[in-house]
């Protein structure tokens, strides 16, 4: 008979006692709403101390970008201000050199004058890391040197610079203005065929 009880019930449904035990400890909706209705004002300020929270580092993060940029454009404005400072000396030597060929007629003091100032300068840039390509007797480098024509000559192999026209200039490694040079080109013997 227990067994005709059993096959009589619906599948998929449990017995009544657990049922009931199970009600006991589950949460009915009304107490279900209660709850959610007690947790709305801690979520309100929950999300108001985050938004303010976002607020603040929105606006932090636009002041350091407002800061950032102003300092970025300070430092570009002011970025020569060393080499410049370096140079001004041999601006004042250059002064001074003008004056005295005024003053007077001696040009090889003016000449020694002005070739300090020279090497005052090459100097200054030295020390920024700014140095002279070397050209004259080397082998021709298109990444150094630029090429504006070629002589002819019996004392050079192929592709020698043979003349510099500009000086070129190295930043570091790498190429600040590359020298104008003309380089050497084996010499055409033009013999005549009609030799007696």
Known sequence: MEEDKNLEQEPGMSAMPEEEGQAGTQETPEMEIERLRREVPKKDEELRSLNDKYLRICADF????????????????????????????????????????????????????????????????????????????????????????????????????????????????????PALVNISRKKVNNFSDNED
């Open 62 to 177: 636009e002041n350091y970008k407002k800061r950032n940029m102003k300092e970025q454009m300070e430092s570009a404005r002011y970025a020569n201000e060393k080499i410049l400072k370096e140079l001004l000396p041999a601006i004042d030597n250059l002064e001074r050199a003008i004056l005295h060929s005024k003053e007077t007629s001696d040009l090889k003091g003016l000449v020694e004058g002005v070739e300090l100032t020279y090497k005052q300068f090459l100097d200054s840039l030295g020390r920024f890391g700014v140095k002279v390509v070397r050209s004259i007797g080397e082998p021709f480098d298109p990444s150094r040197h630029q090429a504006l024509g070629q002589v002819e000559s019996d004392k050079h192999d192929e592709n020698i610079v043979i003349q510099e026209l500009q000086k070129g200039y190295l930043l570091e490694d790498r190429i600040l203005r």
